[in-house]
């Protein structure tokens, strides 16, 4: 299925779900990798949290997310997946404003256990939440969801053990020794 629709989210955050290729709240409750994108232009790679309609990603004194976004708070970000054996290609793409917000370790625990597990003694201390906490409340204005799957055609003839075949699935033919002699010509 091709399949891309535009959810505009009203201001009582609810999105028209119904019309998504599929369910853009199950898969922004996986732990996958966003990227994210804020002025003057740097993408970031961000672990979030997708809670109340809006995405949280943890910043600190040690960002520069934090003056990014006071000094212009539009930003997109993208959540996908890509499968290349089974052609399962999905994305949301959000675009809105974001604040930054004062901690709350709660919600810091819930999307670090999220990454990480829920055992805190097996985290990375650079992980545990500390009072340097500050969240990016990234609230979006638009949720663009498409299913981009594709069908994963397997060649009729795979080859052999020992009987290589080049990209078309026919046999393969070495190159002919485009590597100049020494001796001269």
Request: charged share 20%.
């Amino acid at each position: 299925m091709r399949a891309a629709v535009t959810l505009p989210v009203g201001p009582d955050g609810i999105q028209r779900a119904r019309e998504a290729p599929f369910d853009p709240d199950a898969f922004l409750a996986r732990p996958l990798v966003a990227r994210l994108a804020t002025q003057p232009l740097v993408l970031q790679p961000v672990w979030y949290l997708w809670e109340d309609a809006e995405f949280w990603v943890i910043t600190g004194s040690w960002s520069t997310l934090s003056r990014r976004l006071t000094a212009d708070s539009a930003f997109s970000l993208v959540v996908d997946e890509c499968d290349l054996a089974t052609g399962r290609t999905r994305q949301i793409v959000a675009r809105g404003t974001g604040a930054v917000t004062t901690g709350d370790p709660g919600r810091a625990r819930r999307k670090l256990t999220r990454y990480l597990g829920p055992d805190e003694t097996q985290w990375d201390p650079r992980f545990l939440p500390g009072p340097d906490l500050s969240w990016a409340r990234l609230t979006p204005h638009t949720l663009r969801v498409a299913d981009l799957s594709f069908h994963v055609h397997t060649p009729p003839n795979p080859p052999s053990p020992g009987r290589p075949h080049d990209l078309q699935g026919g046999p393969h033919v070495p190159a002919e020794r485009t590597t100049p002699h020494l001796g001269g010509a």
